[in-house]
């Protein structure tokens, strides 16, 4: 796992419990940012159980800039069958929008790009919104390719519920 980095005053370093509500406040910043504040349903005893509790779901690093918590990325692993390599998966970067521009979002992605190289990962992938076209020209500044051919597919809510119900009918 790289060191935390520093340059230009900033430095990233793993988060921990304590950091919950900063976490959360990023997180409602985020989805303010992109018109879906109301599908925020996280709190802060959710995020320390599933971040810091017996089994942890994710990985955060804060980015903080002269000692304020300024930005944040969410991440996990997940795995390419054709690689036969971990990878890791970045649900979440956020900088705040008075700090933009100073290039601590790319100081970020660097960050998870020395991070995944040490973990063996074969990818650093992410998604990113279809309107949000200044986050699309700035990852493709940084070398990332678009995905064009592949449709993001979710099941949530009740329709998550129904196609468990499917299996458990079969196996009762």
Aim: with cysteine.
């Amino acid at each position: 796992m790289p060191s935390s980095t520093s340059s230009n005053e900033l430095v990233i370093r793993q988060a921990n419990i304590a950091d919950c509500p900063i976490i959360l406040h990023f997180i409602k910043e985020l989805a303010d940012y992109e018109k879906l504040l109301h599908e925020v349903v996280a709190d802060v005893p959710t995020l320390e159980e599933t971040l810091f509790g017996d089994k942890q779901y994710a990985e955060v690093v804060i980015a903080e800039y002269q000692d304020v918590a300024v930005g944040f990325a969410l991440f996990f692993h997940n795995f390419s069958t054709f690689l036969g390599r971990p990878g890791l998966y970045l649900e979440d970067l956020y900088i705040q929008p008075d700090m933009r521009g100073k290039g601590f979002g790319k100081r970020l992605l660097s960050y998870l790009g020395a991070l995944a190289l040490d973990r063996n990962c074969g990818r650093l992938e992410w998604w990113v919104l279809d309107w949000n076209q200044s986050a699309k020209d700035f990852y493709q500044s940084l070398g990332a390719e678009p995905m064009d051919d592949w449709t993001v597919n979710r099941v949530t809510g009740p329709a998550l519920s129904n196609l468990a119900a499917g299996y458990k009918k079969e196996t009762n």
